[in-house]
């Protein structure tokens, strides 16, 4: 590659190689924690698709389903179709209002933990360290020539890297089907195009992002970085350096020989070896930090065994930091999460949640839209009367067949009929019957007098004659030819 | 080229060791940071990609026409392929179409709706010159909306109508009806009379006796002591609320002293079987089909009686 390092230029490089990152094992507090939070993540992304959920024999029994094909959206006892989008507009306000939420009290917890790119990054950390050791192994390994074992382990590494990146692919389009009929469909080759698509690319991403890219995505490509480091404050607790405890570094040794001199940090660099972003946190806060906090857990360990106060690297707020450098307390981090500006994210957040569980409470399962036919307007009749045709949409949102009668009201002397009624036999009512979860689409031809104002308002109501829950009514408009005409 | 970082023009920014660039807004500098070198290879994948994309579609305009591409895709025959697809998927609906007499075809409701579907757009291709784009008409070319029906309303009628057309002189079974031009038959007094009683039989006039007289022989044979019409010779109802060419005095009198020869085109000869099926289910959908389809009239019969051949 010497040549194309010449081109690019290796003295001034315009572009800039990534810095190998191996990161150690360690134990503590926040890596139980992120091996928690992966745990419950991955199983809930991968198993989800296969809860089954009765719905009769007019729905899928997926309990967590978005049938694209067929419009409707289902989530356990909840079927959301396309005009009840706003509840996943909701839900994505919902997600919004949270990450302020999160990043004003815990600053960039979101990505420290809970972000697909830190947990599959995470998860393949966890292969390297399985096939190649830790992290001198991995170093060593990197740096050795391409023989036997490199090629063999480099080999076992990146199958099981496709491995998880496959599932992770496959997992995703079981979200879009029955999960069991399109595991078979596709390893049989009858699934739909978009389906292997689909895998194709997020087998790739997962593959590249999580096995390659790594800490490059969150310092190059994702937004999100930059958009909280607008969002967090002095009182945000962020993953700090106590520098004004730890400097000047010194060993063990040189601390014993010259006590006083030194600071609590013993330059072991195990902060470094740990980071999963490949930072240094004693630098200060910086924009590849995720937050994880594998770094307070390595110097919490650090400082137990050499016998000094654990929280060199801490959690802390700006503001306290500056209470510390001051030689004052820092306040108690359950005490920061509570202050006007989380209290009013936590309010917006939870008052949108509570609407919207209203209104799914409130909702009505039988939805009619009716509109006026614009070309023709009205049309004479021979008797001097006058008809308006209607469009009558009835959605029938239950997953069984109800009858509903339409009942005009409002317009005196009015009859309708649909295309299969005659104006022989006309009232002021029609019975249609409804298919289960469908939108019944309906002609609905209004005949009244032609004594009446050129437009007059009226109502159509649809009543459900099975059961007792309600109806629904729309208003709209009957018109006549102006006077003259 | 990269200007070499020895060169001690450059200045370096203490923090991070990088060179600055040179650019300073109201005190901020550039740094000169070096690009990561994924974004290098991402950008030679594209070049890449361009290359193989000019290679395998249209892409290099020439004197005539473009580069042809390896894989011979053009827009023209992505459009055939999808109205052939189309065709594929509409083809159950036009062979059932094709196959069902008409007049069984309202009471089959899912092959009515398609048919109906299929008319609607039918109908905005060869009918809404003449008929309007929402099938009103407009003087001399009748409102399909209503249920004044010159000819019939049931689906048979109506089917029967659309293929054969009116007063195509070249079709032996076309809708055939002539009324005669009364100018120099009846005087223009006469005239007058007889408008004077049509347009009191739809109230717009007072009744006088002359009018119904000369009414009574001249016009009754075909349009009925009452003027209610005969829908076998295609006279019109002269007594309801509607009337193709109006019921004002002037155009009244055209219409008895000229006649009147309204033609439609018979489309037997241009659309298919299933398409004109399509066509009669759209008008018998728009709100005034007749249901009971009217025992279909003997035509040679009502036209002997009219006085055809």
Not at chain 1, 2 to 12: Q, T
Not at chain 1, 255 to 266: K, L, M, R, S, W
Not at chain 2, 172 to 193: H, K, N, V, W
């Amino acid at each position: 590659m010497a040549n194309l390092d010449d081109l690019i230029g290796v003295d001034n490089p315009l572009y800039e190689k990534r810095k190998g990152v191996y990161p150690k094992a360690v134990d503590g507090f926040f890596r139980r924690f992120k091996w928690a939070i992966m745990a419950v993540a991955l199983t809930i992304y991968y198993a989800t698709p296969w809860i089954r959920w009765d719905r009769g024999p007019h729905a899928p029994d997926q309990a967590v389903l978005v049938d694209l094909a067929n419009r409707r959206f289902y989530m356990f006892n909840i079927e959301i179709w396309p005009h009840e989008f706003y509840y996943v507009v909701g839900l994505l306000v919902m997600a919004g209002i949270g990450l302020f939420l999160v990043t004003s009290a815990v600053g960039r917890a979101w990505c420290g933990y809970a972000c697909p790119q830190t947990v599959w990054t995470d998860l393949f950390q966890h292969v390297d360290r399985f096939v190649d050791g830790d992290r001198n192994a991995q170093i060593r390994l990197e740096k050795a020539s391409w023989g036997p074992e490199k090629i063999f382990k480099r080999f076992a590494k990146w199958s099981i890297y496709l491995v998880i990146a496959f599932w992770t692919g496959g997992a995703w389009i079981m979200y879009f089907a029955d999960a069991p009929t399109l595991t078979v469909d596709f390893w049989t080759g009858q699934a739909a195009p978009v389906a292997y698509a689909t895998v194709g690319v997020l087998t790739a991403t997962t593959f590249i992002f999580g096995g390659f890219m790594r800490e490059q995505v969150c310092v190059y490509m994702c937004p999100w970085p930059r958009i909280q480091t607008a969002m967090m404050d002095e009182k945000s607790l962020i993953v700090t350096y106590r520098e004004w405890r730890g400097e000047p570094r010194g060993s063990v040794k040189k601390a014993e020989a010259q006590p006083g001199a030194f600071g609590d940090c013993i330059d072991c660099n195990q902060c470094v070896a740990v980071c999963p972003a490949g930072i240094d946190i004693r630098e200060g806060p910086q924009i590849g930090c995720i937050t994880c906090a594998l770094c307070i857990d390595a110097c919490d360990s650090v400082m137990e065994q050499i016998g000094r106060p654990r929280g060199l690297i801490d959690y802390l707020t700006l503001d306290d930091v500056a209470t510390e450098k001051a030689g004052g307390t820092a306040h108690p981090t359950l005490k920061t999460l509570f202050r006007p500006r989380t209290l009013i994210y936590f309010g917006i957040w939870c008052m949108i949640g509570l609407a919207m569980l209203f209104t799914l409470g409130q909702r009505t399962r039988l939805d009619l839209t009716v509109q006026h036919d614009r070309n023709p307007l009205y049309v004479q009749l021979s008797d001097g009367s006058i008809r308006n045709n209607y469009t009558v949409k009835v959605r029938n949102m239950e997953t069984r067949q109800r009858e509903v009668e339409l009942v005009v009201k409002g317009l005196p002397g009015a009859v309708a009929w649909t295309s299969t009624g005659s104006r022989e036999t006309a009232t002021d009512r029609v019975r249609v019957s409804v298919a289960p979860d469908t939108v019944q689409k309906i002609r609905l031809f209004v005949v009244a007098s032609t004594e009446g104002a050129p437009r007059s308002d009226f109502e159509i109501q649809a009543v459900a004659l099975t059961g007792n829950e309600r109806g629904d009514s729309d208003s709209v408009r009957f018109e006549r030819p102006e006077a003259g005409q | 080229m990269a200007k070499n970082p020895t060169d001690h023009n450059k200045r370096i920014d203490q923090p991070t060791g990088t060179a600055f660039v040179g650019h300073e807004w109201d005190g901020i500098e550039e740094l000169d940071t070096p690009m990561p070198r994924w974004w290098l290879w991402t950008f030679y994948l594209t070049i890449i990609w361009a290359l193989a994309y000019v290679i395998m579609y249209p892409a290099w305009p020439l004197v005539n026409s473009a580069t042809k591409g390896m894989l011979g895709w053009t827009s023209r025959g992505e459009l055939a392929a999808e109205m052939q697809a189309a065709d594929v998927k509409r083809a159950p609906l036009v062979n059932a179409l094709a196959a069902i007499p008409v007049e069984q075809l309202v009471a089959n409701q899912k092959l009515y709706q398609g048919a109906v579907a299929g008319g609607a757009a039918a109908f905005k291709v060869h009918c809404v010159q003449c008929h309007g784009s929402g099938a009103m008409g407009s003087k001399g070319y009748p409102n399909l909306n209503d249920d004044d029906w010159l000819w019939g309303g049931d689906i048979s009628a109506i089917h029967y109508t659309l293929t054969h057309g009116i007063r195509n002189p070249d079709h032996a079974e076309t809708r055939q009806s002539a009324m005669p031009a009364f100018d120099g038959i009846l005087t223009p007094a006469e005239i007058s009379a007889v408008v004077g009683h049509v347009q009191s039989l739809s109230g717009k006039a007072k009744a006088n006796a002359k009018g119904a007289e000369l009414f009574a022989t001249n016009c009754a044979s075909c349009h009925g002591n009452d003027g209610k019409g005969l829908r076998e010779f295609g006279a019109p109802n002269l007594a309801d609320g509607l009337s193709l060419y109006g019921t004002d005095k002037a155009t009244l009198t055209q219409t008895v002293k000229y006649s009147r020869q309204g033609v439609m085109p018979r489309w037997n000869d241009k659309l298919d079987a299933a398409t004109i099926k399509m066509l009669a289910a759209y008008v018998h959908s728009l709100g005034g089909g007749e249901a009971a389809p009217v025992a279909a009239p003997a035509i040679a019969e009502a036209k002997a009686a009219n006085g055809q051949p």
